[in-house]
């Protein structure tokens, strides 16, 4: 679960985005004291995911809506299935519904493209499936829980957080050696050096220099295949670009330890949910 601390500030901004001038067609329309109920319902095949920042936006606007999960987060729903109810005041409803939405498609459709990718790695494979540090500017720590949620893993959270020296770095520092070299002796000794290769000849500088972890970056599954004999038990060994959920499976049998996937956050399809209403006695 995600502590409130990581989602407050940015309801509040979206709501401020939507709500800033009120809302003239609920305030046209609805009269005061009117109460309802609604219920978000999947439109289609989803993972589900954000039922607390579902809930918090309502409560955000107005802490008497009674907010309530029929479905968990991280469980696959088909169409027709409520996921969420929500209570109270019609206005105080209507005037959430968009932002509420907003979020968890966005959340659900990451958690149910991650699901496809992890259910395509073939059984008896130890290969994850993990995000990238391609995230929607200010949403990343949401739309790193929705890969969790479907059953990913998480890369470096942030430039701070891990060493991964890429081909500008290389070029940068003046090398491959060079640039590992200085990172194990900048970095705190519980850190490992992580190093993005182009080709093969890359990867045996990487491997005669220590790399704790290689990532191959839009290798050929032929070249895949050769750089895992060659860094067996040596490195961890990262495969990144081009993987779709077609050939996850192929690449997984090679044997490497981790395939990243920017897709999985910069491309998700939103998952289709919408909400819908009812009036209470």
Sequence with gaps: MLSPVAYESLIDIALREDLGSGDITTEATVEVGTRAKADAVARGPVVVCGGDIFAAVFRRIDPRVACSVMVADGEMVGRGSAIWRVKGEARSLLGAERVALNFVQRLSGIATLTRAFVDAIPSG????????????????????????????????DCLGSAVLIKDNHIVAAGGITAAVTRARAYAPHTTRVELEVDTLVQLDEALDVGADIIMLDNFSVEDTRIAVQRAKGRAVLEVS??????CVAEVARLGVDVISVGALTHSAKAADIGLDMELEP
């Design 125 to 156: 494979c130890s290969t994850r499936i993990a995000d990238t540090r391609k995230t929607t500017p200010g949403l990343r720590v949401l739309e790193r829980y929705a890969v969790r949620v479907g059953g990913g893993h998480n890369h470096r």
């Design 241 to 246: 670009g081009g993987v779709s959920v077609d």
